[in-house]
């Protein structure tokens, strides 16, 4: 039983095709590290453009997985699409970072990735 994520909504979309599933899967750990590396770089820089262009991104995918910290990813999002500079978000971040390295490296030794 998954820890770090959940597949619901994943077997749902899927209409239970494992193989479906197992692509998924693989595209999460291809895309979503990738976007949260921009995040963790973008969010210190106040880049506020490239914060929400990469959470932006990552959201459908940690919402499908389950991931306890898509609603931090949505506090990140808003930070950059309205240019919040009054706004300390860096403990968000750090959840999201956190989440998604939990949920990533639980994906791939379930998946086999």
């Known amino acids: 039983m998954p820890e770090h994520y959940k ?3 994943v077997r749902e979309m ?11 899967a693989a595209a999460f750990i291809d895309e979503v590290p ?4 921009r995040l963790r770089k973008a969010v210190p820089e106040n880049d506020y453009y490239e914060a929400y262009q990469a ?4 959201k459908p995918t940690l919402e499908l997985f389950g991931l306890t910290a898509y609603h ?3 506090e990140v999002q808003d930070w950059g699409k309205y240019e919040q500079s009054d706004k300390d978000i860096s403990a968000q971040l750090e959840k999201v970072l956190d989440g998604v390295e939990k949920a990533t490296e639980e994906i791939k030794s379930d998946f086999d990735l």
């Open 7 to 9: 597949l619901d909504r």
């Open 72 to 74: 931090a990813l949505i």
């Open 34 to 37: 990738v976007d949260a590396d």
């Open 14 to 24: 899927a209409d239970n095709d494992e193989d479906f599933v197992m692509a998924l």
């Open 55 to 58: 959470a932006h991104k990552m």
